[in-house]
């Protein structure tokens, strides 16, 4: 086979839409995960539409202390008479956002420098795997916490930590792709054919690596929430009045000699939203898998 | 190809140089060797980065200590006290020279070496640590063997369901719900605190119930997965048909021959949980209030105790990297063919 006769590279020339449409077409037929996606986008509505959808102000005292569920308070109040249903809504709202920054941060910075130590090599790559290694031996939730008491807690600070705390993931993912499909032969004839570097990257590299990203991505999302819900709940993160699920789970602990209410239903929405975003994940990972073998 | 187009570029092609160089090391010390020297340079980074971390805190550890409205003789003393008065690498080679023996220094809020506290502390941690690995581990193998033996029939698809659930359920919501059924309803085991083994065996098991409880589940899900995973593959080959064709029982085939290659890779998962179980410790000491390395280091950071904060975090990514070497020895000693290429 002679160098010029590889010409345009195989994948590029095939049209982008079939193949995400045949993955959405796996992706459809797979149960659990479509009930995932079904439930998310449901969990999320309900998170935008919060100042719609509330029926009380969630930080609006009402002299229905502790009450039970009825048709004022569809899911009761709290211990100084706030609603539960509002307070969740807008909690929701806040966990889903402060994790949906934290795991964007990471994916773009962690896939950044990954792609560099990646496609550079030599000893770029070298520190730069060297740090990574370095920090993934710190356990994550601990990254996220000991940034958090350095800087004082507080969401931004929060999701700096976990951003901190997820980026090498992605970074060892991204540089492990890039240095099995820099090898393939259509970059070789992207190369001899005089693309540039930063063109490969973007042209070449980027969209044959995007799906595993994308599926890390949805599956720290997962990690996030929990994570995120665990700083809130030891009150590092999110600051009264403001309040994210796990802040409300742990102010409903206080009183949990009185009722569980205060903490089921907050646990519920995060064990949901974390369920969801996992299934997902691994739904789109199989339809990948599937597309990438046929 | 006739060409060898790009093929000398790229770390991946200069391995053999390396290879070359190096001296060989046979066999598994050898292994253990060569990943203990460059272990070396990482646990440098990993100190630098856990001294550093302290140097970003806002305010002077030298007037935090003083209480309010020093003096500037109090405050020049505390700071020689503390070494501050010399710049930051050279606190940091003295502080790692300690740190290696085992001094980490005194407390900045407490005025306790912070050894002594460590040492107090260590057997809450690691009781729990223990037992939730064990737990885990008994917990993981049984679900996942029961899944591969049942593979997409019912009991499968209800223990994927639980084991899905298992990955998704936050910790510090397991334990609020684990107190509020057993300790508030059911009044069965108590909500907060430790009572050591040396006092009373029974009341020790009795207050590790819950936090290990709470703690295990994720591990024993993550386990349960990796083991069917990996049980089904290996229950579809040759060799497993063979010793069923030479009349072996079901429980012979899986836990002689099945389990022993299907639990390597669930190991290394397994081994990488220890920083999870450290990080864990946190919520878990701090929901029943037990006092372990967890809670002290929660205390720290909330109280910003440079000293603690150094020292655990330092701590803490040591245990895991040294954690994460066993693994991979244990590994390798389980499946010989990783050695080779290695």
Not at chain 1, 142 to 154: M, N, T
Not at chain 1, 164 to 185: D, K, T, W, Y
Not at chain 1, 231 to 239: C, D
Not at chain 2, 254 to 275: C, S
Request: proline share 6%; charged share 15%.
């Amino acid at each position: 086979m002679s160098v010029a006769s590889i010409g345009v590279p195989a994948i590029a020339s095939r049209p982008a839409g079939s193949a995400l449409r045949r993955t959405w077409r796996r992706y459809r037929h797979d149960r659990m995960a479509m009930t995932a996606l079904i439930a998310i986008t449901m969990v999320l509505l309900a998170g935008l539409l919060a100042g719609v959808l509330a029926p009380y102000d969630p930080t609006a005292v009402t002299p229905d202390v502790l009450a039970g569920p009825s048709s004022a308070h569809l899911l009761g109040s709290d211990d100084i008479g706030r609603d539960l249903l509002s307070r969740v809504l807008y909690g929701t709202r806040f966990s889903l956002l402060a994790s949906l920054v934290a795991v964007a941060a990471s994916t773009a910075v962690g896939s950044a420098v990954g792609l560099v130590s990646g496609y550079l090599g030599g000893r770029v790559d070298t520190v730069l795997m060297r740090l990574t290694d370095a920090l993934l031996a710190f356990p994550g939730l601990l990254v996220a916490i000991a940034i958090v008491g350095i800087l004082g807690p507080g969401v931004q600070n929060a999701m700096l930590g976990l951003s901190i705390a997820f980026a090498p993931a992605f970074i060892r993912l991204v540089r492990g792709q890039v240095l099995a499909i820099r090898e393939e032969p259509f970059i070789e004839a992207a190369t001899v054919s005089g693309v540039g570097g930063p063109t490969i990257v973007r042209r070449h590299i980027v969209p044959n690596i995007a799906g595993p990203v994308i599926v890390q991505a949805l599956s720290t999302m997962g990690l996030a929430l929990l994570a995120e819900g665990a700083l809130s709940f030891l009150g590092l993160s999110v600051q009264p009045p403001a309040s994210s699920l796990g802040s409300l789970l742990g102010r409903g602990f206080a009183v949990v000699n009185e009722t569980v209410r205060l903490i089921l239903v907050p646990g519920l929405v995060i064990t949901i939203c974390c369920w969801s975003f996992n299934a997902i994940a691994d739904g789109l990972r199989e339809s990948l898998l599937a597309e990438s073998e046929a | 190809m006739s060409v060898p187009l790009l093929s000398s570029r790229g770390p991946l092609d200069r391995r053999h140089l390396l290879f070359r160089r190096m001296p060989r090391f046979q066999g598994l010390g050898g292994v253990v060797l060569r990943r203990l020297v460059t272990l070396v340079p990482m646990l440098l980074i990993i100190s630098i980065a856990a001294f550093s971390l302290a140097l970003l805190l806002p305010g002077d550890p030298a007037t935090a200590a003083l209480g309010p409205n020093p003096t500037a003789e109090q405050i020049a003393a505390a700071r020689k006290a503390l070494d501050l008065d010399k710049p930051a690498p050279v606190r940091y080679v003295s502080w790692l020279g300690k740190a290696v023996t085992g001094d980490f220094g005194v407390s900045v809020t407490t005025g306790q070496p912070v050894r002594e506290e460590l040492g107090r502390r260590f057997g809450v941690t690691a009781s729990i640590a223990g037992f939730t690995l064990l737990l885990a581990a008994v917990l993981g193998t049984l679900i996942g063997v029961v899944q591969a033996v049942f593979a997409n029939r019912l009991p499968d698809r209800v223990l994927l369901g639980a084991v899905s659930l298992g990955l998704s359920i936050p910790n510090f919501w397991l334990a609020t719900l684990l107190v509020a059924f057993f300790a508030v309803r059911l009044g069965w085991l108590p909500a907060i605190g430790y009572v050591s083994p040396s006092e009373s065996v029974i009341e020790w098991a009795k207050h590790l119930v819950l936090p290990v409880a709470t703690l295990a589940v994720f591990p024993a899900a993550e386990l349960a997965r990796q083991i069917r995973t990996g049980l089904v593959h290996v229950l579809g080959l040759e060799y497993i048909r063979a010793a069923r064709a030479r009349g072996f029982g079901p429980l012979r085939v899986i836990g002689k021959h099945a389990l022993k290659n299907a639990a390597a890779p669930a190991l290394t998962i397994f081994g990488l949980r220890v920083g999870y179980l450290l990080a864990g410790s946190i919520i878990v000491e701090q929901i029943f209030v037990m006092p372990g390395l967890g809670a002290y280091t929660l205390a720290a950071i909330t109280n910003r105790d440079a000293t603690v904060i150094q020292a655990m975090v330092l701590i803490t990514a040591v245990i895991v990297v040294l954690v994460n070497l066993l693994v991979d020895v244990a590994y390798m000693a389980l499946n010989p063919r990783v050695r080779v290429t290695s």
